[in-house]
């Protein structure tokens, strides 16, 4: 049945080049039928244990290894799930955006392509992967015509550098190892300088396509520049690509040591993140940039976490970067459908045009808030999950003040920012009139997601406990 | 002695003519040293006992991406004066790269100089592949989900493309090309199927052969032959995307095939038809990866609806 997942997604996108007048038809019913059998497949495997596949079932070292755990079906599920929604959302304003029909069939690849990385445990497989991903992505971005051009270029050359890095510290583990799965490798791993350098390599090249400070500069012009349902792709689903394989090769490839001495690295650049993304947000004259920044600001986090999972090696710490990926990518998928939404309906690109936003489009508004609340952290969202989980975590470590601290900083941060949106929202002495009638369907779609990130507080608990298991 | 005498010499002229085309002031410059750059790379690789790289190397590093550069070159129309770097804007990347290249070289001297655990591997399962070439074995059985995601890959920078090709310039073609290039042509695909033949057993295969194909067909559609090879027609899009569907096509009858067994196992050929199977996906590989490469290098916006839209909204932005 699995299978399904990647062969539909791939024939639909096949079937749509053939056809494009039915290609949205085919892409939303690729999207449902993905996200049942992702539900199935979480189901299945967080009843059953851990799947594991040698691919055409050659010999281990051979074949490209494939593993179904329960964090690589939570976000399979996560990847249809978006794809369905942002799907529903584009085909609803079809007739205002008029998107381009490439859009159908780029958005079932990226499906596809993130669906492979998420199972695959073999460097090279992933590295095929992620090369996928960036074109995807790339092509996404230059949906939005000529003003695109430039970002969705500077976006390609980066992520090509950072492509090769990963493949320079591929060829240099192969060389030294002489084969590519992972769990091969962990058997046969000795820290060295061959490894350290393989390892560095790599994640510059990964944090390159993971837009993690200080390498996320071309983040906010790409993803700014793309259409809505594009951005919210990208921001909630694209850039978590390259953290999964982070984390892969830093919790599972790396030894103790390696780890030890890297931790630091990632929980200061985790820091800055949180702090000149946030300050970057708070700054910029353009809604869609600032949520773009959020979205700098909020892998911050995963940083952060990734950092001190590192340093301590405590399962709630794990728990809490996978929560606040989760969280994130819903949280963001409806800021990026509500601003897109406000400000496609009060026409402008700027911040002051959400004047009085809350008067002229209140759902998109609630939308954005009720997103935004989760960002900030304010329980009982899915924010507010991972920031307690990594709260928890960092008091069962004693001694543990500096860190706590910060993070009640960059909690500030993002509640300054958030409410720079909506005090100029609820200034309705003189709101900005909206071109034509909002259209009500698109913002609902942009709540939904909004109401999911709330709603995982419902799940918090089987939440917890499968990722939790999954750091032992 | 003189194979060594060889070896130093193609080493100096491949770092000299890659400096040259780095620091030539002129882009047409670049290009046409970047394509001799090419050259002596696929012999550097033929050198080094990788033949299936240099054939790639000289169908594609050489052959089809000179021409990309070129077409590209000659659609900037005129070129906005290049900005001259700042001394210490050149040096920065120099110093990145001096560094870099130093950090490397030691890590090689590192490796272990035994191969690893995967070519024996690969040698012992070779008869089982359906293959008696190890490179076609590990592209099209042993590691063929790469394979088919590379396929993909291709497709997909050709969806990137045409987003964003401008329209076509029209060029009036010299008399002579024209008939040279219609005699070329028979001889471009009586290669390409050697190739795509000689894979199963030695050096070749469909990328190679497509390679060829591509570049055959490049030259004489610069030559204003094969009108109806554009994507607004549907049989062109149907052979562009059959290397992939046939590849799915065969996995999933595959799939289906070995599910009398407990468990099927996805991607697995049957051993007595992996042959017919490798053969299959390869030709129709071949043909789709030659009309991809064709269609990136001569890519001309399409009148399909994918870009139509926007057109529009183009012309309405300028109007």
Known sequence: MMILLLVLPLAAALLMLLWPRIAPLLALFSAAVCSFLALQLLLQVSEQGTRYWLLAGWPSGLAIAWQADTLSCLLILLTAVLQLLVGFYAFATRARDKLSQGFWPLSSLLQLSLTALWLSRDLFNLYVCLELLALVAVALVSLSGRKAIKPALNYLLLSLFGSLCYLLGVVLLYGAYGRLDIAGLVSQWQPNLLTNSALLLMSLGLMLKAALWPLHGWLPAAHAAAPAPVSALLSALVVKGPLFILCLLWLQLASTEQAQAMAPLFAGAGLAALLFGGWSALRTPFAKNLVAYSTVAQLGYATLALGLMLKFDQPLIFAALWLFVLAHALAKAACFLAIGEMSGTLGGKRLTTLKGASQTMPLAMFAFAVAGGSLIGLPPSGGFLAKWALLQGLWLQEQQLFWPLALVLATLLSAAYVFRVVVLAFDRADPVAPDFSPQVLPQWLALLPALAVWAMALFSEPLLLLLRLEAL | ?319
């Not at chain 2, 490397?104 to 089982?128: D, T, Y």
């Not at chain 2, 010299?174 to 008939?179: A, H, I, M, P, T």
């Not at chain 2, 490049?218 to 109806?228: A, E, M, R, S």
């Not at chain 2, 030659?290 to 269609?295: D, E, F, M």
């Open chain 2, 1 to 319: 002695m003189s194979l060594l005498l060889f070896d130093v010499l193609l080493c100096g002229l491949l770092l000299a003519l890659a400096l040259a085309s780095v620091l030539s002031r002129q882009l047409s410059h670049a290009v046409i040293l970047y394509i001799a750059f090419g050259l002596l790379m696929a012999l550097t690789w033929a050198r080094l006992a990788a033949p299936d790289l240099a054939l790639a190397e000289a169908a594609i590093g050489a052959g089809l991406t000179g021409a990309l550069c070129f077409t590209a070159l000659a659609r900037q129309g005129k070129l906005a004066a290049s900005p001259t770097l700042s001394w210490q804007q050149r040096c920065w990347p120099a110093l990145f790269v001096l560094v870099t290249l130093f950090g490397l070289l030691l890590l090689v001297l590192q490796l272990p100089a035994k191969p690893g655990p995967l070519p024996a591997l690969v040698m012992q399962q070779l008869a089982a592949s359906g293959v008696s070439h190890p490179v076609t074995a590990v592209l099209l059985n042993f590691r063929s989900w790469d394979t088919l995601l590379e396929l993909l890959v291709l497709l997909l920078a050709l969806l990137g493309t045409l987003q964003v090709a401008p329209a076509p310039v029209y060029q009036s073609s010299w008399v002579l090309s024209r008939s040279w290039s219609q005699l070329l042509a028979p001889l471009i695909i009586v290669l390409a199927g050697y190739l795509l033949w000689a894979g199963a057993h030695q050096p070749g295969g469909a990328f190679q052969a497509g390679a060829l194909l591509a570049a055959g067909a490049v030259v004489l559609k610069l030559n204003h032959q094969l009108n109806w090879l554009a994507w607004r027609n549907i049989w062109v899009r149907f052979f562009a995307i059959a290397g992939l569907t046939v590849f799915v096509a065969a996995v999933l009858t595959a799939w289906l095939l070995s599910g009398a067994l407990a468990e099927p196992v996805w991607l697995r050929w049957p051993p007595e038809l992996a042959k017919y199977i490798i053969l299959l996906i390869e030709i129709f590989a071949t043909l789709a990866i030659a009309i991809t490469l064709t269609l990136l290098v001569v890519a001309e916006q399409p009148a399909t609806p994918l870009s139509l839209a926007r057109q529009e909204d183009d012309e309405a932005a300028d109007g």
